[in-house]
């Protein structure tokens, strides 16, 4: 038997993006008149992966990063045969259990307990194989309490915790993981770190995809990093996350304004960052106040009880912060055809000087409305300033606090 877990060749993915007609009817009829009916449906390649290839032993936890949109997810859905490549080759020696996003794998009508036997006849495992696994599955997600419920009740954190104790129990040789363990809590995510070090010590193969790249450096001995759909690094994971790092901080954005859409009839529409005297900019002193304004717009539909998360991540992909709207009381409403305006003021970035990230998900109560999203390099933290109180001293982590000290005598 081949040493070699997955072997990727020459891995290619085209997505062909139409362009339709924009503007007023008027507009448009002029374009089609000048150009032709061609031009009404103008069709642009995009390349999500461009000649990938890469081998994982058998028994190795491959970490794979890369900035939105470098391919990350792309090609996890290829070897995970959810979508055929355009060009190239992959050979998985082993069954694959993948745990992609959430909302994917189960069945939302079934209950839990109906998943797990649904999960494990998909890998091919015979009933009472997975009866030997299911209280081990149980225990592990710590879900007993709602097993006998349909999943579509289940919160993001339950859902998640279902679904990886599925994944990782069932006797999958290969196990593909999607950033999904940002769902859950600490202790759980604890949990995971531990029983994906126990697969790969059984000869199980891992594949990561994620931000965090603590998670990543605990996990992983040798990580993989794509940008713009090339593999730009594999190999020992400092020496790629010293490559990542340069990476970001050579491409930071100048867009002050983002239009975020999600192709639902709810959507995000802009971000703006601005400074205390309601300037647009995205270049802010250590100390500096600033205002993150978003505005949520709604097509065709009255929507209540809506809230947002926003979260702020360090250039290496970890979350400093979140912040949730509902916590401090706000939650708003659409009507159709209407923008909403949420503020959330920060008082003070206390930050170390460099890039930041943006995090924000639109909810109602546990629903996700519209999908979490992460503008890359969103502000910059600079080290100077006028202000003698606001310099920033030395390298002393991430977030600079003001804690109080106090000697007691004997």
Known sequence: MSNIAIKVEHLYKRYDLHKKGAGTLRDTLTNVWRNGFRSFSAQETFWALDDVSFEVPHGQVLGIIGRNGAGKSTLLKILSRITPPTKGRVELNGRVASLLEVGTGFHHELTGRENIFLNGAILG??????????????????????????????????YVRLAFAVAAHLEAEILLIDEVLAVGDVEFQRKCLGKMGELAKGGRTVLVVSHNIDLIKSLCREIALLQNGHLAEKGLTDHVIGQYTQMVQKTGKADHQFNLNSNKGIYIKHLKLLSSGRRMKREFFFGEPVCAEISIHSIDEEINGLSLAVGINSQLGQRILTSLSDQAGIQFGLKPGKTSRVNIQFKGLILHPGNYSLYISLRRGKLVVVDDLII???FTVQEFSERADLKFEGHWGIIRIHPEWQIHKN
Not at 127 to 142: A, M, Q, T, Y
């Open 376 to 378: 890359e390099d969103a």
């Open 125 to 158: 495992m015979s009933r009472s194989e997975i009866r030997r696994k299911f209280d081990e599955i149980v225990d592990f997600s710590g879900v007993e309490r709602f097993l006998d419920s349909p999943v579509k009740h289940y919160s993001s954190g339950m």
